[in-house]
T-cell receptor
Framework: LAKTTQPISMDSYEGQEVNITCSHN???????ITWYQQFPSQGPRFIIQ???TKVTNEVASLFIPADRKSSTLSLPRVSLSDTAVYYC???????????????FGKGTKLSVKP | GAVVSQHPSWVICKSGTSVKIECRSL??????MFWYRQFPKQSLMLMAT?????????EQGVEKDKFLINHASLTLSTLTVTSAHPEDSSFYIC????????????FGEGSWLTVV
């Protein structure tokens, strides 16, 4: 069971870069790391996924060190609309609830201020 | 990304009645779908894993006779809350795995259930 640990909350200001780190000390060899964003009363939205090193897309970057025991989601130049809860999920090719691969942690509540 | 749609977005039902929530994968086939519930200001709690053509796998503490899950096709899973009680009021979210061995999960918009 790859349990994840994230900070409960973070504050930032508009235009700043925000880095949210997730710890997953017992990540398995075939596990991927996926980050989601959730607004109130909405389902989580896929942000980015990676296995190792660095992944970048149009909205974020994901940094994964060589030991893969943690990962950092980087949001460049956040805006007020980025205020949301961010979750990291660790799971492998064989996703299955009974294996604990889709167990959500508490997430990180990001508050962006003007 | 892939699109997962839930219906209805919100529903109000009377105690003792049953209500069905649908989850559809619109642009891909999903052999596996997952159902979550989320209470206000809390994280998502996995309820069950729905596999196309077979019985759902329920997480510990989730009553399978109360939360009926059917995954009859590769694009549709349904969650039926039977004999609903006010404590069943919650935000229910489904998700679907892309492909048979894909490791990306996409979520629906969620469905608010209020039992009065």
């Amino acid at each position: 069971l790859a349990k994840t640990t994230q900070p409960i909350s973070m504050d930032s200001y508009e235009g700043q870069e925000v880095n949210i780190t997730c710890s997953h000390n017992n990540i398995a060899t075939n596990d991927y790391i996926t980050w989601y964003q959730q607004f109130p009363s909405q389902g989580p939205r896929f942000i980015i996924q990676g296995y190792k090193t660095k992944v970048t897309n149009e909205v974020a970057s994901l940094f994964i060190p060589a030991d893969r025991k943690s990962s950092t989601l980087s949001l460049p130049r956040v805006s007020l609309s980025d205020t949301a809860v961010y979750y990291c999920l660790v799971g492998g090719d064989n996703y299955g609830g009974s294996q604990g691969n889709l167990i959500f942690g508490k997430g990180t509540k990001l508050s962006v201020k003007p | 990304g892939a699109v997962v749609s839930q219906h209805p977005s919100w529903v109000i039902c009377k105690s003792g009645t049953s209500v069905k929530i649908e989850c559809r994968s619109l642009d891909f086939q999903a052999t596996t779908m997952f159902w979550y519930r989320q209470f206000p200001k809390q994280s998502l709690m996995l309820m069950a894993t729905s596999n196309e053509g077979s019985k759902a796998t329920y997480e510990q503490g989730v009553e399978k006779d109360k939360f009926l899950i059917n995954h009859a096709s590769l694009t549709l899973s349904t969650l039926t809350v039977t004999s609903a009680h006010p404590e069943d009021s919650s935000f229910y979210i489904c998700s679907a795995r892309v492909g048979q061995s894909g490791n990306t999960i996409y979520f629906g918009e969620g469905s608010w259930l209020t039992v009065v």
